[in-house]
Structure formats: C-alpha cells, structure tokens
C-alpha cells in the first residue's frame, strides 16, 4: 500500500481491489487524519461507522502513548 491507494480511494470513493484488512484499516486512518467524517471513510472502506470509531480510538490510545514515552 502507498499513497497512490489513498488517493484512489479518495477520489474513486472506494477501495482499489485486492486491499488487505490491515491496509484497509490504514486507508481508513489516512482518510480521517485528511478530515473525512467518520460515515465517510466508513462508506469508502466498506466497513461500519462503529469500526472506523474503534480505528480512530486506537490511532489516539497509539498517539498518547507514544507522548508520553
């Protein structure tokens, strides 16, 4: 995965084809951290709004923890 697969989701509004769960989960974060909203990155990542919540909750628990190391 690179930043050609983001902006082929972004722009196509869907995933490229053979994207794996774990790139679909980092697609996802890319999408949020470019500001789409959560339904969003949810359509384009064929997943549900609960499960982007978790991906973006992670991403924070991650961030946090690596400030205060």
Known sequence: MDESDVA?????RRMPDG??????KRIGQQLSDR?????????????TPRTV?????AGRTADAAANSA
Do not use: K, N
């Open 8 to 12: 082929i989701a972004v722009e196509r």
């Open 53 to 57: 919540g978790r991906w973006r909750a």
């Open 19 to 24: 994207v794996t769960r774990l790139e679909r």
């Open 35 to 47: 500001g789409l909203s959560l339904d969003e990155v949810a359509a384009i990542t064929c997943v």
